[in-house]
C-alpha cells in the first residue's frame, strides 16, 4: 500500500518535481501537483513507460494508481507520452484550441508534403529537427483523440478552469496554438508550470525569443513570457524552477522554495 502523501497545507497545494527538463537532450520537465485529495502529473512526457512514472512518484509516497488527473500544458510529442498514462487515471485534461488545431491538421496526414506546408504557413518559425519530428508523427495514434484508450476521460480546458481547488489554467501561447500553463497556490506563493512558454532560466533572461526553435506566433509568446513573470516561481518546460524577480535557481519543491529564493507570505 502506498504511503499517505503529504498533505497541503490549508493555504494551497503542493509541487514537486518528478523530472527536470534539460534543452540539449530535448527532454521536458514532469511535475507533481498534491492538492487535497487530487493528485495531478503535469507533462509525463520524459517517462516512456508506467514504470519508469511509478520510479519517479515512489520518493513522493505514491504510484501511477493514486494519480487521479494527468495535465498537459501541450501536447508537442517531448511533453505529451500516453505510454505514461495510468490505465486508471479520472481524467485526462489537454488544452481545447490545441486539439482543435490538430484536428484541423490530421485530415493534410494522407499527403505529408501538404502537411509539411501547412505546419509551416501556421508557425512563424519552426526547425528542420522538429519539423522532421512533427511530420513523423502526422498519423501517430496519440493524435487520434477519438480512438484513444482514454477517450471517454478527456476533458479538454480552456483558460480561467480550474482542475482542482488551488490550481487554474493560464493561458501562454505562442510557443503552440492554445498552450495551458497550470498556476498553483502554494503555502510559499504562487508557482507556474509554464510548458513551453518559457524554456529555462536563460531563456527568462534572453531579450527576446529569436533562440525558440518552435514559434507559432512571436507576439503571443513575448506576451506569454510577460505573464509568467507575475509568478513567484516558474516551472519551466526544459531547465530549473527559478523564480523571475530575482532570477535565482529555485528547489523543485514547492515546501523548499522560500529557503532558496521566495520569501513567505
Do not use: N
Not at 519517479?56 to 494508481?65: D, N, S
Not at 528542420?128 to 501517430?140: G, I, K, Q
Amino acid at each position: 500500500m502506498a504511503k499517505a502523501p503529504h498533505r497541503a497545507p490549508a493555504a494551497g497545494a503542493r509541487v514537486l518535481g518528478l523530472a527536470l527538463g534539460t534543452r540539449l537532450t530535448l527532454r521536458a520537465g514532469a511535475t507533481l501537483v498534491v492538492d487535497g485529495d487530487t493528485r495531478i502529473v503535469v507533462d509525463p512526457g520524459p517517462f516512456q513507460s508506467l514504470a519508469e512514472l511509478a520510479a519517479a512518484l515512489q520518493p513522493h509516497g505514491l504510484t501511477p494508481a493514486d494519480i487521479d488527473t494527468v495535465y498537459f500544458t501541450h501536447l508537442h510529442f517531448d511533453h505529451y507520452t500516453p505510454a505514461a498514462i495510468p490505465p486508471g487515471v479520472r481524467r485526462v485534461c489537454i488544452p481545447a484550441a490545441e486539439r482543435a488545431f490538430i484536428d484541423a491538421l490530421t485530415p493534410l496526414a494522407a499527403d505529408l508534403d501538404a502537411y509539411r506546408a501547412r505546419l509551416l504557413e501556421t508557425h512563424e518559425r519552426i526547425a528542420p529537427v522538429f519539423l522532421r519530428e512533427f511530420v513523423r508523427l502526422a498519423r501517430d495514434a496519440r493524435y487520434d483523440f477519438a480512438r484513444l484508450p482514454y477517450t471517454d476521460r478527456l476533458v479538454e480546458l480552456g483558460p480561467d478552469a480550474r482542475p482542482s481547488a488551488h490550481t487554474r489554467t493560464v493561458a501562454l501561447p505562442g510557443h503552440c496554438p492554445g498552450q495551458l500553463g497550470l498556476e498553483v497556490t502554494t503555502a510559499h506563493g504562487t508557482v507556474l508550470i509554464a510548458g513551453d512558454a518559457v524554456l529555462s532560466l536563460a531563456d527568462w533572461q534572453a531579450p527576446d525569443v529569436s533562440h525558440h526553435l518552435i514559434v507559432h506566433e512571436r507576439a503571443a509568446l513575448i506576451a506569454s513570457r510577460e505573464r509568467a513573470g507575475r509568478a513567484d516561481c516558474v516551472v519551466p518546460g526544459h531547465g530549473d524552477w527559478f523564480s523571475p524577480r530575482s532570477g535565482r535557481v529555485l528547489a523543485a519543491d514547492s515546501d523548499l522554495i522560500a529557503s532558496t529564493g521566495v520569501a513567505t507570505a
